[in-house]
């Protein structure tokens, strides 16, 4: 198995930045898309706009622990945000899931590669599933940061069936559509130019 270099940790500590603004790009987008506050949309936009960037990872660096990496960048994100400490579960969880998954494929099958970055894109999901599992003590931290009854009431997303498929959807399609780009993009900009050799 190829080990990370230390130019590989630099490159992906390159493109954990780059994807790191682009799931900021995507919240901003969400926000204007969804003026509820609540973010729902904030890992499905995040998804479209990342995919091009962890597929150029991917084929830029393509060693187990680039993907786990970003996911760790982000994980401290969420850990050092103000949202709960346990909301750097998810990221880590789903980031390390997504980099054994394009393993398998050596990180270059392109259906894997999917796979695996819709399951990297699930790792922003750390506030909305710690509201859902931990809702009271989600609220309470809220209310510690200061935050009103009527702002708790207006982000929270409620756990239904319904709010559960519909989140997953709306991820699964952002990611899918993000990777493809990202793919696409990789075939016909990158290699041709010879930046990816």
Known sequence: MKQLKVKDIMVTGAFAALYFLCVGLGTLIAAVFDRSGNMMYAPAFSAVIGGPVYMVLLSKVGK?????????????????????????????VFGIAGDFVAKQGQYQQKWLNIVSFTIFSFGNLGPIILMWLMKDAYEANLL???KSAEYIARVMVDFTVGNVLWLSATIIIGAVIGAVIGQKMVDKSFKKSGLLQ
């Open 144 to 146: 510690a940061r200061g």
């Open 64 to 92: 187990f622990g680039s993907i786990s990496l970003v996911s760790g960048v982000m994980a401290c994100f969420f850990f050092l945000s103000g949202y709960m400490t346990s909301a750097f579960l998810p990221s880590l």
